[in-house]
């Protein structure tokens, strides 16, 4: 892929230059600019980038009223143009096997990178749909910092907008979180006092690992020199800090070596040869209640549930296409955010993977649910997403000729990319206007067809699906598998929780009557 056409520059000096951190000063004629190498995770998923199969977030907000235009394009000013990333581009390295570098892009223009469209009649969600299609196969210049917007002016009653960002600059839920930074809590608020009154991201990935030994290396993949020194004294001077230290290197070893070791997933309708158009669909709004209402039914999480539906979704939709899932099982990466809350300057790609088996061949919801929530709760102790971190921080890292065999990893080892975002729940405003709806899709990995975002907002969640129209030219079938699903899961909750109340009103009734006599009881001992 032509990442870096001839730009016509004029020849680069290098004035300053600094190996620790990548950061040099070059002048392109006249003009001075900073430089730094894109970091060995971000470099990552720009080499896997690839006409077939894009590595760039899409998100998505819809409104009941218009947007004006001014009002939104000053909010992206405060909010996204705070971070220099968003308006700088990258450049070619020197020499061409080296990482390439971002650098301030001299020409950068906002109106740009906010484009206004208008949707064909009748303006509906399958229109919209087949926009987000159309650009999910439009790659970025490359001339250009690495980001657009699109306010569409004429969706429904009010309008849409939405935002892509490629997966060099930062992941999933640095988009999200810059999303929720142009939103408010309150409507008709002034630019001026807009931060004030900013949503906040506070909920990481829901199988995120706590603060526990295995996910505390996150914190210390990136040591200094001088830190090493007093890693290294604290090791030899303290037996249980170099106990503490080991366990940690053979848990991350034990769990890269089960990853390499895993066998490849099944074929399906959803593996193949990519092509470069895509497919977009997503789901009515499921109120949330209704999904805690099943979990609480059958000792499951949010998350338990709405992966279960997916799974009993995926499974109809193969039968539907010709092939049997008997026993048969597929795997999802799930991507695991192991960043702070708080979004740093250089924004990035902070998350790893862990890779969860989906039982596509257990018809039966329930016993689905329980197998999932059991594989959900051993991914929950597991090291696999700090050490699919290191893997790609690897593919950043080594020469691109072996790049390839980094990323077949990834394209042998699962089906689909799935994540499931909690997004704050109260009603949120951009430029005044209500948002309506919000959602995202992530790019598949490597030669992966098929994606599922799941994102709950405002007390909703929404299903969305993102494929290879060559391999899933219908994902509003999986939409609609899903849907069934999940009705017929609240359907067997409801006639859960019947039967436990036929026998426990009986119970019920007898304690009360016992309750009843013990206090005229004890209210006749007190007359005594």
């Known amino acids: 892929m032509e990442r870096f056409p001839e730009q016509g520059r004029a020849p680069l000096r290098i004035n300053y230059w600094n190996s620790s951190c990548g950061l040099a000063l070059v002048a392109e004629g006249d003009i001075v600019m900073k ?25 998505l907000m819809t409104f009941d009223e218009p947007l004006d235009y001014e009002r939104l394009k000053a909010i992206i000013e405060q909010s996204f143009l705070r971070f220099t990333r968003f308006r700088q581009r990258l450049v070619p390295p020197e020499p061409p096997f080296m990482r390439p570098y971002w650098e301030d892009d001299p020409n950068f223009d906002l109106e740009a ?6 949707l064909p009649s009748p303006a509906d969600q399958e229109t919209l749909q087949n926009l987000i299609s159309g650009l999910m196969s439009k790659g970025f210049d490359y001339t250009r910092p690495l980001w657009q917007f699109y306010l569409v002016e004429n969706y429904g009653n009010g309008g849409a907008l939405i935002a892509r960002l490629h997966h060099s600059i930062g992941d999933g839920i640095s988009l999200l979180q810059l999303l929720l930074s142009m939103t408010t809590t309150v409507p008709n608020i002034s630019i001026n006092d807009h931060f004030e009154n900013t949503a906040q991201y506070a909920n990481q990935s829901p199988t995120a690992p706590g603060k526990t030994l295995k996910s505390s290396v996150l914190n210390e993949v990136k040591w200094s020199s001088q830190s090493l020194w007093e890693e290294g004294k604290k090791i030899i001077c303290d037996p249980s800090h170099a106990r503490y230290r080991t366990l940690q290197v053979i848990d991350l070893a034990a769990s890269a070596s089960r990853l390499a070791l895993r066998l490849p997933d099944p074929p399906t309708v959803f593996k193949g040869s990519l092509g470069i158009e895509k497919c977009v ?46 026993g048969v099982s597929i795997h999802s990466f799930i991507p695991i955010n192991l960043r702070p809350v708080k979004l740093d300057e250089e924004l990035g790609n902070k998350f790893g993977m862990v890779i969860l088996s989906l039982p596509i061949g257990i018809d039966d919801p329930v016993r ?15 090291s696999e997403a700090i050490a699919t971190f290191g893997i790609i921080n690897l593919l950043g890292a080594v020469p691109p000729r072996f790049e390839e065999m980094l990323a ?93 109340q036929k026998y426990l009103k009986p119970m019920l009734s007898k304690l009360d009557e016992a309750i009843q006599t013990l206090d005229e009881l004890l209210a006749e001992e007190n007359k005594g």
């Not at 430089?35 to 899409?58: G, Q």
């Not at 949010?302 to 499974?315: K, P, Q, R, T």
């Open 281 to 326: 669909a997503w789901s009515e709004p499921i109120e949330l209640a209704d999904v805690k209402y099943i979990g609480k039914t059958f000792n499951s999480t949010v998350n338990d549930v709405l992966i279960s539906a997916v799974s009993g979704a995926l499974g109809h939709y193969t039968e539907n296409r010709g092939e049997t899932t008997k």
């Open 113 to 118: 990178h906010l484009e206004r469209l208008k």
């Open 35 to 59: 430089r730094k190498k894109i970091s060995y995770p971000d470099n990552a998923w720009l080499r896997l980038d690839d006409p077939n199969n894009l590595m760039v977030i899409t998100g």
């Open 408 to 500: 077949d990893f990834f394209d042998t080892k699962g089906t689909l990319i799935m994540t499931n975002v909690p997004g704050p729940q109260l009603q949120l405003y951009l430029a005044g206007a209500p948002i309506n709806t919000l959602m995202a899709w992530v790019p598949q990995t490597g030669r992966i067809a098929f994606g599922v975002s799941i994102v709950s907002y405002n007390g909703k969640v929404w299903l969305s699906v993102a494929s290879d129209k060559g391999l899933v030219p219908d994902p509003e079938t999986v939409i609609t598998y899903f849907n069934d699903e999940f009705r017929e899961m609240k359907l067997l909750a409801q006639e859960t929780q019947a039967e436990r």
């Open 368 to 382: 689905r649910l329980r197998r999932v929530k059991h594989n959900m709760d051993e991914l929950k102790s597991s």
